[in-house]
Nanobody, 124 residues
Framework: QVQLVESGGGLVQAGGSLRLSCAAS????????MAWFRQAPGKEREFVAG????????FYRDSVKGRFTISRDNAKNTVSLQLNRLNSEDTAVYYC?????????????????WGQGTQVTVSS
């Protein structure tokens, strides 16, 4: 397992942008598929974006396609999520997760390491 720490959340107006970062510790980061999930108040946690171990494969939930971009830097042990054209429905706590293997899909059960989350609040 890896230890994950998210940062970059905050309050932003609708239409604005944020960049979330997740710093990982542990020598096995580069062999892990990574993902971002989010949980809005009163709702279940949901998948947002995922990336394979080498960054060649990325995938997103439909509602964020074209607005969010996931990326990783294995040399720096970081994974990022660029959030553009934010709207109120994007308000949530965002979690970084590591899969423990090179490829993973959008199911939460496929991830075995989680960060503590970072709050994103979009004001309308």
């Amino acid at each position: 397992q890896v230890q994950l720490v998210e940062s970059g959340g905050g309050l932003v107006q609708a239409g604005g942008s944020l960049r979330l970062s997740c710093a990982a510790s542990g020598r096995t980061f580069s062999s892990n598929a990574m993902a971002w999930f989010r949980q809005a108040p009163g709702k279940e946690r949901e998948f947002v974006a995922g990336i394979s171990w080498n960054g060649d494969y990325t995938f997103y939930r439909d509602s964020v396609k074209g607005r969010f971009t996931i990326s990783r830097d294995n040399a720096k042990n970081t994974v990022s999520l660029q959030l553009n054209r934010l709207n109120s429905e994007d308000t949530a706590v965002y979690y970084c997760a590591a899969a423990g293997r090179p490829f993973a899909d959008r199911r939460q059960s496929g991830y075995n390491s989680w960060g503590q989350g970072t709050q994103v609040t979009v004001s309308s």
